[in-house]
């Protein structure tokens, strides 16, 4: 084992003092066995050899040897790895891992542990299984988070399936994590331990291209996605760049912020990107996961709001979230009552609809923006555009400035998404209950529950 500081031993440097702690996990029962060494003058002393079940165990039993120190931190210089490769569950019996800390420099306490437990799809239209898995070292640009919370979002459910043919098997699922954090890499900025954040479906963005530098890191063609080729957030923990892990404002609500994350920034994405105006009226279709929160962020942005649903019993509801006005979205008659009068016409379904009727809904410069994923094409009248310069767009989630602008908006005008919870033990029960839509209307696991 080298030190990481001086290239030699533990303690090539007869005057320092540090401690190492050698850290077995042994899988049946997630008993943790710790034994540590003070280290003077290359001399190796083993004081303790403790059992308890969390790493805070271990940064605790590791200061009382080296006496109290508030600002030290343990820094993982050597790993062994038994019977297993980076990314793939433990062995299902005997000794997991082994890890050996060292003491090197002064600054936050933290323990970079490498494993995460966590709700793994490992094929389609097959349960998650409980597993642990490794993940590896943390990267210098990235941030462990404790998982507190996590969104159930219907792009989880379709990765799962790989209903858009990128599902990357075994990987955790859920990008709508709120937690805190728990380790730095080297040269993560902006963010301490014990922080509260955010962590959306964007996990990592090159930061060096046009669309990094410009503010538009979401559309960065070398954006890492949170649940595609990386493990999400129905987990105890999950990694993600610095940049992408947002700070929470002080009074967001936690355990219903989730889903604001990633189904609450892609319908706040508009009003920031087409400079929507207060008096607006603004037209929101679909009265679902999505369509709900568009509701409340365009009544909170001041805008007239009228509401677009197939179902007569979510009418009242609809109001209750802020519309102003509801359409019945399958009625003819009903759409052309209200044709040539909304300046932006929000589509949050992701089946077919009669689209030059809504189209027709439209005022002169009016704009349809789509951010359900129709499976099928759109088609668009270019008459119709053409006529009264309208235009139709789409867009997906938003920077981390565009997330951070809409939590402190959420926060704010306390706009809380319609959530149910369930307990993390009962993702696939959750799962279960998105596909059959009867999600009223976003679902969260508690991670503690």
């Known amino acids: 084992m080298e030190n990481s500081s001086s290239g030699g031993g533990p303690c090539s440097n007869p005057n320092q003092a540090g401690a190492l702690a050698i850290i077995e996990t042994v899988q049946d029962d997630m008993r943790v066995e710790c034994r540590t060494w003070t280290l003077h003058g290359g001399v190796q002393k083993e004081e303790h050899r403790p059992r308890a079940g969390s790493c805070k165990f271990v940064a605790n039993a590791l200061d009382r040897t080296v006496g109290a120190r508030s600002r030290a ?24 891992w082994l890890f050996v800390f060292h003491l090197f420099s002064s600054s ?35 941030v462990e ?11 989880d459910l379709s990765m799962v399936q790989n209903e858009w043919g990128n599902a990357r098997y075994p990987f955790i699922p859920g990008h709508e994590v709120i937690g805190t954090v728990n380790a730095l890499g080297s040269h993560a900025k902006g963010l301490r331990v014990g922080q509260r954040v955010g962590v959306g479906w964007t996990n990592g963005s090159c930061m060096h291209c046009q ?53 609450g920034m ?42 677009f649903t197939s179902t007569p019993a979510k009418a009242r509801e609809a109001r209750d979230f802020g519309a102003h006005h509801v359409v019945a979205s399958r009625d003819p008659a009903a759409l052309q009552a209200i044709a040539g009068s909304l300046d932006l016409l929000l589509v949050t379904v992701n089946v077919a609809m009669d689209w030059k009727a809504l189209l027709g809904t439209l005022a002169k410069r009016g704009r349809m923006h789509v951010v359900g994923v129709v499976p099928e094409p759109i088609p668009v009248p270019s008459f119709v555009l053409i006529s009264g ?25 306390d706009i809380r998404p319609q959530v149910e919870h369930f ?7 959750a799962l279960a209950r998105l596909e059959a839509g009867k999600a009223r209307y976003r679902i969260v696991l508690d991670a503690h529950a």
């Open 73 to 96: 931190m343990l820094f993982a210089s050597a790993r062994s790895l038994i019977r297993r490769q980076p990314g793939q569950p433990v062995h299902p019996t005997g000794v997991d």
């Open 266 to 307: 892609t319908v706040f994405k508009p009003f920031l990107a087409y400079h929507i105006l207060p008096t607006a009226r603004v037209g929101v279709v679909g009265i679902g996961g999505l369509g709900h929160m568009a509701v409340k962020f365009a009544a909170a942005w001041g805008c007239e709001v009228t509401a």
């Open 423 to 429: 307990p993390m033990s009962q993702a696939n029960e």
């Open 211 to 263: 669309s990094c530098l410009s503010g538009d890191q979401h559309l960065c063609a070398q954006s890492v996605a949170t649940i595609v080729g990386h493990n999400g957030g129905f987990a105890d923990k999950l990694r993600a760049h610095w940049a992408w892990a947002v700070p929470l404002p002080e009074h967001i609500d936690l355990a219903s912020a989730g889903p604001l994350l990633c189904g």
């Open 145 to 155: 988070v404790s998982v507190d919370y996590c969104g159930v979002c219907h792009s």
């Open 108 to 142: 936050e306490a933290s323990i970079l542990m490498t494993s995460i437990t966590g709700w793994l799809a490992t094929a389609p239209n097959q349960p998650l299984q409980r597993q642990t898995i490794d993940a590896g070292p943390l990267g210098e640009e990235d």
């Open 389 to 413: 310069q309208r235009e139709v767009s789409g867009s997906p989630t938003g920077a981390p400035v565009d997330i951070a602008r809409m939590l402190a908006f959420a926060a704010r005008h």
